[in-house]
């Protein structure tokens, strides 16, 4: 499958696709985009192609936390578009790239004609709350390496690139740590030749060896997004990369 093809929507089956592509429009996005804030109402919801969009928490104090990360195998903001409710997450674009949007009256329309599809969205859902569940647990045991390690295979993941536009700023806020703890992580990881960083640009090298350093952690939320997609196929992938 193409990276640029949001594996959600590639899971639905004909028909449903069909019914909704005519309402999808591809946007560009750039890092550092609000999607939504918290308490606001949900107007468009998103499926990232190339794009990456992380659900955060935003402190009193300033301070910015991820609790998810969202790419080319999920959604941002369905279920709450469909059921009326506000955004209980600010969603923010962490890594720039594109995404096919879809307003919420017509995907109000299309969901409640097609269970499939909404239980597909649905099921989405208790992913991302699994995720960030485990996301809470990994924060409050493991260390900043692992942790490290664990984001920076997942945003491989979700972009298929190893090349990563980041700095240590950036990372240290989303693993809620002083960035202090995030340059000494970076250095070690690159001195052990599994990273090599240089000005705002992570290069991934040794894979096997990253996730060997990463916590159990990664491996628990990859498989649940890969037992979603287990549960959106049937029909077989049939959509083009132009949405």
């Avoid at 909404?118 to 208790?126: I, P, V």
């Avoid at 690159?190 to 990664?218: F, P």
Wanted: charged share 20%; glycine share 8%.
């Amino acid at each position: 499958m193409a990276p640029s093809q949001n594996r959600l929507l590639a899971a639905l089956p004909a028909e449903v696709f069909d019914a909704l592509q005519t309402h999808l429009r591809i946007v560009k996005l750039q890092a550092g985009q609000v999607l939504s804030e918290v308490g606001e109402e949900v107007r468009q919801v998103y499926f990232p192609q190339t794009s990456v969009i992380s659900l955060v928490v935003e402190l009193q104090a300033g301070d910015i936390i991820e609790t998810a990360m969202m790419g080319r195998d999920g959604v941002v903001n369905a279920v709450a578009a469909l059921d009326g409710r506000i955004s209980f997450s600010k969603c923010l674009v962490q890594f720039a790239g594109t995404a096919s949007v879809v307003d919420v009256g017509p995907l109000r329309e299309i969901a409640p004609k097609h269970q499939r599809f909404r239980s597909l969205l649905s099921y989405h859902e208790e992913v991302t709350f699994a995720h960030v569940q485990q996301s809470v647990a990994c924060n409050a045991r493991h260390s900043i390496e692992a942790r490290a390690c664990r984001w920076l295979l997942r945003m491989r993941d979700l972009t298929g690139s190893e090349d990563i536009g980041l700095t240590h700023e950036q990372l240290a806020q989303m693993l809620g740590v002083r960035r202090a703890g995030v340059s000494v992580v970076a250095e070690n990881l690159q001195k052990e030749g599994l990273i090599k960083y240089h000005r705002g640009l992570v290069r991934l090298y040794d894979i096997e060896r990253l996730r060997q350093s990463s916590c159990e952690c990664y491996g628990v939320i990859e498989t649940l997004y890969e037992k979603m997609r287990g549960f959106g196929t049937g029909d077989g992938v049939h959509h083009s990369d132009s949405l």
